[in-house]
């Protein structure tokens, strides 16, 4: 019943939210005392779709204990007019807001973007770092970094909003001199890329070692247009590019973006929602891939909400992930689950 699915896709990436069709299926949640960091999140108003402080606190407070958040980029709230380098300034400045709100406590016990990573164009050479300043400035104590996307992929089906973005960005000379100002202001950079683009990602680890860098949502694994019915295939190359780009020290991954229509699993089709046991089977390959690669300590389990809930609620996807951490440790889901992302982040919890 095609009527009662998901949402229409975003552009091939991810499908917008159906609180109707998620609400066909919920789940008890498991380990509910487990203190959870949400390490990357978005907040937007945009193309019909809301999903601001309320939904995101709708989300949060649904079940698990999630104690704090990190709002990554997502070309949200940019300043209408000034500089245009110095517009994004006006999405940490949106964001901070929002997290002072979560801070008075009148919206839950979650401290929703207790961390903010923000967007500065590193295109812009040396010039990067007056926008930094003014970031970290806008942030108030909470920003922590950048993400400049850099997806970039031959099929336009598959690239989707990324089309038009060059080739090579993270090989580029002016790119790399923006990208040098990042680890003398105490800045980390979150990479979102595809796959096929994962040895550009390590060239660039390596020529920064000192610069802590995050790969976002399991590397960009790729399941339609071009790459779908492929998946054997994908699974071994992505896997070999995984444990390249492990080898960086400097490097840790997010454990999460499963849930984006990108990697063709395909369940915003499906009459109902997947449950958690579906899900953590589909996603299981790479996640576990990740963390034998990476090591608990350098991995993080993320929403990557609300491109993710195009698939599966808050609820659900947090009960997968706590399924395939089922058989480590008590040490090891406190890594995987808070404190690799509280340690990356630098972010100071109640105690």
């Known amino acids: 019943m ?56 709708d989300d949060v407070s649904s079940g698990h204990n999630i104690v704090a958040t ?22 940490v400045e949106f964001v901070n807001g929002c997290a002072a709100m979560a801070a008075s406590g009148a919206y839950g016990k979650t401290l929703v973007a207790h961390g903010i990573v923000g967007h ?57 001199k923006g990208f040098s ?26 020529a920064f070692p000192d610069t802590k860098m995050c790969l976002d949502h399991c590397g960009g694994i790729i399941g339609i247009g071009s790459y779908a019915g492929r998946r054997e295939e994908i699974f071994r190359t992505w896997k070999a590019s995984i444990q390249e780009v492990a080898k960086c ?21 499906w009459p109902k929602p997947p449950n958690s046991e579906q899900a953590a089977a589909a996603w299981k390959p790479y996640i576990e891939t990740c963390i034998e690669a990476f090591g608990v300590d350098r991995c993080m389990f993320e929403s990557n909400f609300p491109p993710d ?11 997968a992930f706590k399924r395939l951490a089922a058989g480590y440790s008590e ?9 690799s992302a509280t340690d990356f982040y630098r972010l100071q919890l109640p105690s």
């Open 249 to 269: 020290p400097n490097v840790v991954v997010k454990l999460g973006g499963l849930a984006m229509v990108l990697p063709g699993f395909g369940f915003h089709e």
């Open 70 to 91: 990190v709002y990554v980029e997502a070309r949200s709230m940019y300043r209408a007019c000034g500089p245009e380098a110095f517009r994004p300034v006006g999405e």
């Open 120 to 176: 500065t164009n590193l295109l812009l050479g040396d010039g990067a770092r007056a926008v930094l300043e003014a970031e970290i400035a806008a942030g108030n104590g909470r920003f922590r970094g950048i993400r400049h996307s850099s997806p970039w992929d031959a099929d336009k089906d598959v690239a989707g909003i990324y089309a038009e973005r060059p080739k090579g960005l993270l090989l580029d000379p002016t790119f790399r």
């Open 2 to 57: 095609v009527a009662s699915t998901a949402a229409s896709t975003r552009s091939g990436l991810y499908a917008d939210p159906n609180e109707t069709w998620l609400a066909l299926h919920t789940e008890d949640i498991i380990d509910p005392a487990r203190p959870v960091v949400d390490p990357h999140h978005h907040l937007w108003d945009r193309g019909g779709v809301r999903y601001l402080m309320e939904e995101m606190t």
């Open 331 to 339: 040490s090891e889901k406190t890594a995987l689950f808070s404190k």
């Open 181 to 206: 100002c990042l680890a003398p202001l105490g800045l980390s950079y979150d990479g979102w890329l595809f796959f096929t683009q994962l040895n550009e990602f390590a060239d660039l680890a390596r």
């Open 309 to 319: 809930k195009g698939q599966c609620s808050y609820q659900v996807i947090f009960n």
